[in-house]
């Protein structure tokens, strides 16, 4: 048994879908999620500051004493060098390869989509893990970087007239390629899934990376012997943010279903 935290961490908000899905799996873990949201978006970013960003926030975790981190970012996950992930001696998941598999377990065709930010589709990260597990798989990228800022400014319902304009210019182009899979390759688009899913049509299979990511997570920990067995106590979250309390809070309990006011701090993420 180990009652440390599980460590999460997002350039904002994307990285609450994992969050969401590790609460229902693991009810009596503690959680310790971190959103970046001074800085977001990553994907815009270049390959050296996502790096230096990405170690901030796991020393930032590790300073918590976590027994794994999930990097709830598409960004982070598909270009951190491995090196960098394993020098920190704990488990760190990404949520690149239960995506990937997740995609290639339910695609018929060979042809799977992969939408993500501009840093995550140029890093051809996602191609790679797919044809590793698939090798005749043909996988189409296609950069949505309006769909994070979208989510981080609460654009998030179906009806929202600029949201579907915005999703309706990036993913008619998908849609032409004959594909029947797409992996969401990044966590804060499953906050859009209504809107995506409707312009893409209900014959293709949505892969929410974050979903697929909590899963690998908690079989991980049991199969390590990491689980918290303590079940007479429900888990606890704390939410650490580098910028502004208030607009978090109030997206993220939408999200979340309950109020987290009183579970959030901000922290100067530069000094990590």
């Known amino acids: 048994m180990d009652n440390r935290s599980i460590g999460v961490f997002d350039s904002g908000l994307g990285g609450l879908t994992t969050v969401k899905e590790l609460k229902e ?52 996950s598909s270009v951190l060098p491995e090196e960098v992930a394993g020098s920190f001696g704990i ?34 990260a996602y191609g790679k893990a797919i044809r590793s597990i698939k090798p005749t798989a043909r996988v189409i990228g296609k950069a949505c970087p309006l769909f994070v800022p979208l989510v981080e400014n609460g654009f998030l319902g179906p009806d929202n007239q600029v949201t579907r304009l915005v999703a309706e210019g990036y993913l008619n182009d998908i849609k032409k390629e004959n594909i029947d899979t797409v ?64 607009d978090f809070s109030e997206i993220a309990a939408r999200f979340l279903g309950s109020s987290i006011k009183g579970d959030v701090s901000t922290i100067d993420i530069e000094a990590y």
Not at 92 to 104: D, E, G, K, W, Y
Not at 232 to 244: L, N, Q
């Open 25 to 76: 799996l693991l009810p009596h873990e503690d959680i310790v999620y971190f959103g970046d949201t001074s800085r977001v978006p990553y994907g815009s970013r270049s390959r050296d500051t996502i790096i230096k960003y990405a170690k901030q926030d796991i020393r930032f975790l590790t300073g918590h004493n976590v027994k794994m981190i999930i990097i709830a970012c598409g960004t982070v």
């Open 91 to 124: 488990p760190i998941i990404r949520v690149l390869n239960p995506a990937a598999q997740a995609a290639c377990a339910v695609n018929r065709d060979g042809a799977i989509g992969v939408i993500g930010t501009q840093a995550t589709v140029r890093s051809g």
């Open 183 to 246: 992996i969401m390759g990044c966590t804060h688009y499953p906050l859009l899934y209504d809107v995506i899913s409707d312009i893409l049509g209900s014959e293709i299979t949505l892969i929410d990376a974050g979903r697929e990511t909590a899963h690998f997570a908690a079989a991980t920990l049991k199969s390590m012997g990491l689980m918290n067995e303590d079940t007479a106590r429900a888990g606890r979250a704390e939410y650490y943010v580098s910028d502004r309390i208030d």
